[in-house]
């Protein structure tokens, strides 16, 4: 059974740093692109970046690049989301997804980033 | 980036009934190389994680339901829940993974 598990979350300040993780079992979890996406609270989905299998590739939204950085462990079968410099507009549940044929084909339980002072 | 428009934002319908949400980009989803079209949709129950059930338009993904049947091709698509179940009650997305992936703005089923 697929399983992928985000931890890190919490509340942070506006200009300040957090790290996502996302532990991936039940699969070759180095056969597979990754992504994150975000949901704001009662709104809408949104892609925030994606990784390649071997991770040589890493792709961004425009309102993220230079302030996110998206990672992989293969040996450690996880996922990582460096946010840095986060914004009030980067308050979402994020949720880890496994990525197969540019669609999201399994989706973590989301962890929630909450960017106040 | 490819804007996705969907609609309606939301729809209230009785257990049986069948529901169609629209979804259009903006540009054209068909890949000249292959013939398919680069479009999925997704389920969101209440408190849950999104779900996929569709993607290259009409391919449904395994353990989704038959009433559940996507179509369209190029730059419209539709969900059709054919006998919407009260199970069905969530928020559907569609998406283009054409390019850069992106969403719908989202469609909300409430059940009568």
């Known amino acids: 059974e697929v399983q992928l598990v985000e931890s890190g979350g919490g509340l942070v300040q506006p200009g300040r740093s957090l790290k996502l993780s996302c532990a991936a079992s039940?699969?070759?979890?180095?056969?597979?692109?990754m992504a994150w996406v975000r949901q704001a609270p009662t709104k809408g989905l949104e892609w925030v970046a994606s990784?390649?299998?071997?991770?040589?590739?890493?792709y961004y939204r425009d309102s993220v690049k230079g302030r996110f950085t998206i990672s992989r462990d293969n040996a450690k079968s996880t996922l990582y989301l460096q946010m840095d410099s986060l914004r009030s507009e980067d308050t979402a549940t994020y949720y880890c997804?496994?990525?197969?044929?540019?669609?999201?084909?399994?989706w973590g339980q989301g962890v929630m980033v909450t960017v106040s002072s | 980036d490819i804007v996705m428009t969907q609609s309606p934002s939301s729809l209230a319908v009785s257990a049986g009934e069948t529901v169609t949400i629209n979804c259009k980009s903006s540009?054209?989803?068909?890949?000249?190389?292959?013939?398919?079209?680069?479009l999925a949709w997704y389920q969101q129950k209440p408190g849950q994680s999104p779900k996929l059930l569709i993607y290259l338009a009409s391919t449904r993904e395994s353990g989704v339901p038959d009433r559940f049947i996507g179509s369209g091709s190029g730059t419209d698509f539709t969900l059709t829940i054919s006998s919407v179940q009260a199970e069905d009650l969530a928020d559907y997305y569609c998406q283009q993974h054409y390019s850069y992936p992106t969403f719908g703005s989202g469609t909300k089923l409430e059940i009568k």
């Open positions: 990784i390649t299998n071997s991770g040589g590739s890493t």
């Open positions: 997804t496994r990525v197969h044929w540019g669609v999201f084909d399994y």
């Open positions: 039940g699969f070759t979890f180095s056969n597979y692109y």
């Open positions: 540009q054209s989803l068909l890949s000249s190389g292959n013939q398919k079209n680069y």
